[in-house]
Nanobody, 114 residues
Framework: QVQPVESGGGLVQAGGSLRLSCAAS????????MGWYRQAPGKQRELVAA???????NYVDAVKGRFTISRDNAKNTVYLQMNSLRLEDTAVYYC????????WGQGTQVTVSS
C-alpha cells in the first residue's frame, strides 16, 4: 500500500484559513473511512476530523464550527478546510485510513502565528 500525500500547510496568521489536501491511492479509497489527525510538539497525535465512506462527518470539539472535512472519490482526495485558525492549531497534520494497513504519510506543517 502506498502512503497518502498531504499538502496545503503553511504559515498563517491567527484568524486565517488554510485548505489541506490528502491524495490517496488505491481502488478501495471510496469505501474507506478517512481521518485528519494532528500532532503538536510534545503532544500525542490526535484525530480532529473524520469522514465515512458515505460522507458522514465527525469533529473533535476543539475544531467544531471551524474545520470542515470533505472528500472527492473521483480524485481519491480528502480535504480539510480550516477557518478561524488559532495558535493552538499549530501542528503537523496527517490523513489516515484506520484499519486498512496503509502507512502514515509525511504530513503537512501548519503554523499559526499571532
Amino acid at each position: 500500500q502506498v502512503q497518502p500525500v498531504e499538502s496545503g500547510g503553511g504559515l498563517v496568521q491567527a484568524g486565517g484559513s488554510l485548505r489541506l489536501s490528502c491524495a490517496a491511492s488505491g481502488s478501495s479509497f471510496k469505501i474507506r473511512g478517512m481521518g485528519w489527525y494532528r500532532q503538536a510538539p510534545g503532544k500525542q497525535r490526535e484525530l480532529v476530523a473524520a469522514i465515512t465512506s458515505g460522507g458522514d462527518t465527525n469533529y473533535v470539539d476543539a475544531v467544531k464550527g471551524r474545520f470542515t472535512i470533505s472528500r472527492d472519490n473521483a480524485k481519491n482526495t480528502v480535504y480539510l478546510q480550516m477557518n478561524s485558525l488559532r495558535l493552538e492549531d499549530t501542528a503537523v497534520y496527517y490523513c489516515y485510513a484506520p484499519g486498512w494497513g496503509i502507512p502514515w504519510g509525511q504530513g503537512t506543517q501548519v503554523t499559526v502565528s499571532s
